[in-house]
């Protein structure tokens, strides 16, 4: 069976958070060292898996409108972890994470032309401190607007 436009939006996001540099205004960002990009969720975070960026579909909103086409807006989460070395905040080691998840995501707005538009992400930030070590977290939100034609999410217009 083939792969449903959505699925095949997540894909692209994947690849896009796994290239090794991207180019923004003629400046080039390399990928932070031992990031790790998964579609699946982890147990709690083990210092060696850090850094990490989960990916995973929040929900999505379809227009509702019967024509031949169907605009929908596929809400993704990038759950970014990351643990903090000594002296260094959890929000500041976090950081050159939830760049590049923007950076990356951003480069290619049609994701290959998986997705007509994605809108600029919200985040929801936790820093906590477990014992000797600083862990952080955020989440990051893009919406994905695409089309499929109407009644097959397999089907791009």
């Given at each position: 069976?083939?792969?449903?436009?959505?699925?095949?939006?997540?894909?692209?996001?994947?690849?896009?958070?796994?290239?090794?540099?991207?180019?923004?205004?003629?400046?080039?960002?390399?990928?932070?060292?031992?990031?790790?990009?998964?579609?699946?969720?982890?147990?709690?975070?083990?210092?060696?898996?850090?850094?990490?960026?989960?990916?995973?579909?929040?929900?999505?909103?379809?227009?509702?409108?019967?024509?031949?086409l169907n605009t929908r807006e596929l809400l993704v989460r990038m759950r970014c972890r990351v643990?903090?070395?000594?002296?260094?905040?959890?929000?500041?080691?976090?950081?050159?994470?939830?760049?590049?998840?923007?950076?990356?995501?951003?480069?290619?707005?049609?994701?290959?032309?998986?997705?007509?538009?994605?809108?600029?992400?919200?985040?929801?930030?936790?820093?906590?401190?477990?014992?000797?070590?600083?862990?952080?977290?955020?989440?990051?939100?893009?919406?994905?607007?695409?089309?499929?034609?109407?009644?097959?999410?397999?089907?791009?217009?």
């Amino acid at each position: 069976m083939a792969d449903s436009q959505r699925e095949l939006v997540l894909k692209a996001l994947v690849t896009a958070l796994e290239v090794v540099s991207v180019t923004k205004n003629l400046e080039a960002t390399t990928k932070p060292t031992d990031l790790v990009v998964h579609r699946h969720f982890t147990r709690s975070p083990n210092p060696k898996d850090l850094p990490d960026i989960t990916v995973f579909v929040a929900g999505e909103n379809p227009d509702g409108i019967a024509t031949d086409l169907n605009t929908r807006e596929l809400l993704v989460r990038m759950r970014c972890r990351v643990q903090a070395a000594e002296g260094i905040s959890g929000d500041e080691a976090l950081d050159p994470i939830l760049v590049w998840a923007e950076l990356a995501t951003m480069a290619d707005h049609t994701l290959a032309g998986a997705s007509a538009f994605i809108g600029s992400p919200d985040m929801d930030a936790i820093s906590s401190r477990e014992l000797a070590d600083t862990f952080a977290e955020a989440t990051l939100q893009f919406p994905v607007t695409f089309q499929t034609k109407w009644g097959d999410p397999r089907q791009a217009p």
